[in-house]
């Protein structure tokens, strides 16, 4: 594994509380109807992200997930401008607009989305990784899924043939307790998700997801398996989301009592409280990057704001071609 330094903390707080500010706006602006649809907001969650990257090569790596899609592309190199863009149905987005909050990709940046289907993105995950390992490219395929997601019938067979033909694939279960507002417990006859992979003859193991160290470790552990030809991998990660499953949750199922327990552990602070501890900065360099924090999330605000909405003749560029259907006039 790379070593987790006194840049890697920095670079770490600086990271995840981007994300945080970056998801505080998008729902700021929702409110004020500038976004529409569905947004779901990976507060409390971040940690995650943040190991993961560390473990990987980016540029080279794949990633994949579910529709709590905003801030990983962001992670792998992706203008935050164009993120927020998209979120707005600019065209000046990721996709021209067209995706919105759920759907956000980027080709260049091996980020395949960003999928609104629950568990949807499980079986093109495992495609990619079996693309890879056809074609003989050294790359491995980060596949997030939540704990709602693994009740899934294509989650099992993914697992299976991914198992089968050992394709370099990670399965990370971000488990933040609730399937929607379901918990867990309601779900299964067991919550140890983590044993799930073992059914299918993988290494399994749960991991702190509050704690950036304890993914990096893990995730690593399965990057170099996977790279190393051993196959798949599943990891639960014991995280936690501070918002609502997406800004019309109620969050009836739990109580403010239990989201602020959550909040004592919080990803940032844990991060923010090494940094001071072992003096990598000090409290006034902190507030900088807070300050240029804050500052980056009104420029991408900015950006969506003035950017112009894509022109109508672009939905049916995204469906037809018109060379083939030269019927279809635009209007």
Known sequence: MKKITK????????????????????AAVYIQQKVRGFLHLYNGQEAVLAGSLHAIEI??????????????????????????????????????????????FSKEHNFFGGHGIVGGQIPLGTG????????????????????GAVRQGSFHESLNLASLWKLPVIYIVENNGYA??????????????W??????????????????????????????????????????M?????????????????TKEEVEEYKKIDPISQVKNVILKNKYADVKFLEEIDKKVKEKV??????????????K??????VYEQENYPFIKHK
């Not at 840049?7 to 998008?26: A, P, Q, S, V």
């Not at 993120?83 to 600019?90: F, H, I, N, P, R």
């Not at 995280?239 to 109620?250: C, E, I, K, P």
Request: aromatic share 12%.
């Open 128 to 147: 990619i990784a079996f693309g890879d390992k056809y074609f003989g490219r050294d790359n491995v395929t980060l596949c997030y899924l939540g704990d």
């Open 7 to 26: 840049t890697t903390y920095l670079k770490w707080y600086e990271d995840m509380l981007f994300w945080r500010k970056f998801e505080d706006k998008l």
């Open 59 to 104: 540029g080279k790596d794949r990633m994949i997930t579910g529709y709590r899609n905003h801030v990983q592309p962001i992670g792998l190199g992706v203008d935050p401008k164009k993120v927020m863009a998209e979120l707005y149905g600019k065209s000046t987005g990721t996709s021209m607009g067209l995706g919105g909050s759920m759907h956000i």
């Open 238 to 254: 014991k995280t936690y989301r501070y918002r609502g499953h997406s800004m019309s949750d109620a969050q009836k199922y739990r």
């Open 180 to 193: 929607m507002g379901t918990s867990v417990s309601r779900t299964a006859s067991h919550e140890e998700i």
């Open 298 to 311: 009104i420029e991408c605000e900015n950006f969506a704001e003035s950017s112009n909405f894509p022109e």
């Open 313 to 318: 003749s672009v939905m049916y560029d995204a």
């Open 195 to 236: 044993k799930l992979g073992k059914g299918y003859q993988m290494p399994s193991e749960s991991v702190d997801g509050m704690d950036p160290v304890s993914v990096a470790k893990s995730v690593s552990k399965s990057v170099d398996l996977a790279r190393g030809g051993k196959g798949p991998s599943f990891i639960e």
